[in-house]
């Protein structure tokens, strides 16, 4: 048995980003940019009016001033003329700022009738506008690489004058349950059998974390069948579930060292989840997860996640957790890593507190659905008071 | 100016639920469903093994003891005999305990000789059995209606032999940007004219809640052409973009008007974003957003966002609000509700620190777009100094 970070750090080593795909400037949201994206313009391209109402030369827009107005100024329908001494001009949000204006006189602050202004509260210098550039400057770089784009940042990129953006390929990976005793689910069971869940949860991980999960046809506990399936290529990465064990009918190692397997590890200190197989078969690497659905969860967001934010691009590839406090007391903990379901509900300071379920066998699926988060528990951590803190891997949060 | 929270209740109260849609199992992931999804078998079948051992009498299986191996039940492979006195039966991981045994010697516990077994370490009944229906019943309700669909929950629905879901339909967006100085990104720019970004931005903001956006040519400030466009039809909502102020060139209300838009209310006590339209043109709602960037996306995150949740039936439609500590004085509140965009990040203590970019200019998608979330105050809220509590919507976290 090798320790948790270990064997994340021996997985994310072997693994390579993805290259770029150019996209459509919507189809960037969510996705992790390749390429950063640079201003192509100035925003606001000129000094624009942040308000309605009228360009004028603030030293002439005093209380009780009477101006003349000689034109308008709308957004996108700039004022050719200039403003002069006595001059205003009707101005609108955005609007660019006619030149000899140097402040806008708001609406609200101001009487029209037909050509002349009557200024009811009078204006300061500079009141009201909007700087060329007081966003971004043509060139300067909006958005790095390794970004993963928000709504904001699609935005942004549009208002940059982006059609397109560079973002990593998604991930293409190959999910191959195997075991006799699984069918799909609607699918006629067999003696013994049980219904196949963990390659739809896990395509459903790897879409929430940005990748394309391809559900390969269930391999039944025969090597060949498991190596010709696990050989037909053409992904990033092969997630196995089941097999991984010491049992006799667990297959996946056996049946992939027919296929020149190189096997990197297998057994990590860490429950649920300790059998665990990482390799690489020819160029492929292989995530050889449990068969148990929990423990296949739970090692998918410990394992697959980082895997998949490295294979996009994204800096930093360790899961994140957030801090909370432990709603019981906590036992001791021996020598295996251990990732607790458990529900976070906001305490009386607003802390976290984070309650485990009563139960934890790595059997029980609807547990882990109706938990929140994973506390974190070191190996050979000791004993933990009800209110100490805990990290926990909160799971909703990332659609998992 | 009508109270942001009155706003947001009397937005909901107008939105309805989209009816229901029959997906594939992995298409549910982050969808809401819109029937429960009950168990249609009991998770395990019958008492299972959760280890690789033997199953055995455990009033006979005492350290030191010999058993004679009588078959092997594999997962899949149900054993069809009985355990006898002192007999074992081999078996897996998920496989089905036979008749007659009360336990699971684990196979590190014993040494196999042909049929010879010996039990170097005795096991107390009712050891390593998973009794039937540990996971979940037949007929129980796993999943209610009105959930958001994780990683685990299409895992639960599977192993529950679900290959169908009925999920609400996504809902169907109509984005309207309007402006005579807006052009698409990589267009040809009108003269003063600028990137049209908001429609973009909002398309992505209704893609990370679950919706579809649709968007429409960009409108060009004439009454005529708004009317046309925002007549399409076929949506479950129409967004508008600009054109919501007061100022001649503020058109939208006028335009819908020519085809019976009955306006619910404009002009809200909130920061960015007081210009804002809701009414209903036929039986449409029409939410017309500021064409202010930031305005927009902070109204889409107050506003959109709840409505979209309201319409795939998520019962609870409020904007979700983390904790924090304010990172720096803030200023007493006017009449406004504001939102300040502001950096997050963990505190000494672990609770999150929330400071306010230095410049909170609607007009800035830059700073939006680099803040991790919106630190809300609320209208008339006094001083607050440095280190007491706020509540922040987070950003990133949403996908917005």
């Known amino acids: 048995m090798i320790p948790l970070e270990d064997a994340r750090q021996r997985i994310l080593a072997a693994i390579r980003p993805t290259g770029p795909e150019t996209v459509p400037l919507g189809g960037g949201w969510n996705r992790v940019l390749a390429r950063p994206v640079v201003a192509r313009l100035t925003q606001p391209p000129a000094d624009v009016s942040a308000m309605d109402g009228y360009a004028v030369r603030a030293a002439d827009a005093v209380t009780g ?27 609108f949000t955005g609007g660019f700022v006619p030149a000899g204006a140097d402040a806008i006189l708001i609406q609200e602050n101001a009487k029209a009738e037909g050509p002349r202004l009557t200024v009811t509260e009078g204006v300061a210098a500079g009141r009201w506008i909007r700087r ?6 043509e060139g300067g770089e909006l958005l790095p690489a390794g970004r993963r784009l928000t709504a904001r940042d699609i935005g942004l990129a549009a208002a940059a004058n982006h059609p397109w953006l560079t973002v990593h390929r998604r ?9 006799d005793e699984i069918a799909l689910p609607g699918e006629p069971l067999p003696p013994g059998g049980i219904v196949s869940s963990n390659a739809h949860a896990l395509a459903a991980v790897i879409a929430s974390a940005g990748g394309e999960g391809c559900i390969l046809p269930i391999a039944p506990d025969d090597a060949g069948s498991i190596a010709e399936l696990a050989g037909s290529g053409g992904y990033d990465l092969l997630v196995t579930t089941g097999g991984a064990s010491v ?16 096997l990197d590890f297998w057994k990590i200190a860490m ?13 492929m690497p292989v995530l050889g997860l449990p068969g148990n659905p929990v423990s296949a969860l739970v090692c ?4 697959l996640l980082p895997a998949l934010a490295r294979m996009q691009g994204l800096p930093d590839a360790g899961p994140r957790t957030v801090p909370a406090i432990a709603g019981v007391d906590l036992p001791e903990n021996d020598q295996r890593a251990d990732h607790l379901r458990a529900t976070l509900a906001p ?15 790595s059997s029980m699926l609807a547990v882990l659905a109706s938990a929140d988060g994973l506390i974190l528990r070191a190996p050979f ?11 926990v891997i909160p799971l909703a949060a990332l659609g998992v």
Chains 1, 2 share one sequence.
């Open 132 to 137: 060329r550039g007081l966003d971004f400057a």
């Open 347 to 361: 305490g009386a300071d607003g802390r976290l507190v984070a309650t485990p379920a009563n139960r934890q066998d």
């Open 300 to 303: 998918a967001v410990v394992f």
């Open 171 to 179: 991930p293409r990976i190959a999910i191959l349950a195997t075991g």
């Open 271 to 283: 429950r649920p989840g300790k059998p665990l197989i990482w390799g690489r078969l020819g160029a």
């Open 65 to 91: 001033a009477t101006l003349t107005i000689t034109g308008a100024a709308p957004a996108g329908h700039p004022f050719a003329g200039e403003v002069g001494a006595g001059e205003a001009v009707r101005i």
């Open 247 to 262: 049992g006799e009918h667990d297959l996946v190692q056996k049946a992939l060292g027919q296929d020149g397997f190189a």
């Open 381 to 391: 951590a000791p004993a933990l008071p009800k209110g100490e803190a805990v990290e």
